[in-house]
């Protein structure tokens, strides 16, 4: 079993709909918890970054992290066609041997059409 | 400022052949990282290295080498291509811990043939 579990989807939206993205881990040490958006033949680029349980927002988006259940999630209100990309969850320990890396999910794509 | 930067874009090789895949950073970042993304896979460590003079095995290191060769450099060699090198590779680097996130490259695209 994977560390990090995501679905791949693919997820198709009409445009102005709210996304949910969300991942799994199996991994109780792991304290920071990332979004990481990447379109298509780019890099990924950090898009929101969480320390431990609770919520944070940064304009459309919303990042989720529930410790208790292992499960972190990813909000798009009001979604855009420049939205479409592939989105990765990813996160790291706080010390042990996962310390200083990055584990990754899958990566789910998303496409928002007009 | 560029940020992460590979080379080459794009490579084509035949089985057995050798090729080293280059990145720099200017952000004066202690850490660097190889990753290899496939279809389904996600992103996969292959090396790392956490500070100037040290490298360590990823997930997926058979295959390869890697050489620090600086603050600034960390290079990916492969001595051998097979086929099942084929795949997007990226190189990241990150402030001290990757806590904070990485800044990725934009990739170099291997075709193994």
């Known amino acids: 079993q994977k560390e990090v579990e995501q679905d791949p989807g693919p997820l198709s939206v009409p445009e102005g709909a709210i996304v949910s993205l969300n991942c799994t881990y199996s991994?109780?040490?792991?304290?920071?918890f990332m979004w990481y958006r990447q379109y298509s033949r780019k890099g990924p680029e950090l898009l929101m970054y969480?320390?431990?349980?609770g919520n944070k927002e940064d304009g459309r988006f919303t990042a989720q992290v529930d410790k208790s259940s292992k499960y972190i999630s990813l909000f798009i209100r009001d979604s855009q066609p420049s939205d479409s990309a592939t989105y990765l969850c990813a996160m790291s320990a706080a010390g042990g041997t996962s310390y200083g890396k990055l584990t990754f999910g899958q990566g789910t794509i998303l496409t928002v059409h007009p | 400022n560029a940020g992460v930067t590979q080379t080459p874009k794009f490579q084509v090789l035949k089985t057995g052949q050798s090729m080293t895949l280059q990145c720099a950073q200017d952000m004066n970042h202690n850490s660097m990282y190889w990753y290899r993304q496939d279809p389904g896979m996600g992103l996969r460590l292959i090396y790392y290295s956490a500070s100037e003079g040290t490298t360590d095995k990823g997930e997926v290191p058979n295959g390869y080498n890697v050489s620090r060769l600086n603050k600034r450099e960390f290079s990916l060699r492969l001595e051998s291509a097979a086929p099942s090198q084929t795949s997007v590779y990226f190189c990241a680097s990150s402030s001290g811990t990757a806590n904070y996130g990485y800044t990725f490259g934009s990739g170099t695209r291997l075709t193994v043939v």
């Open positions: 969480t320390y431990s349980s």
């Open positions: 991994n109780s040490a792991f304290q920071y």
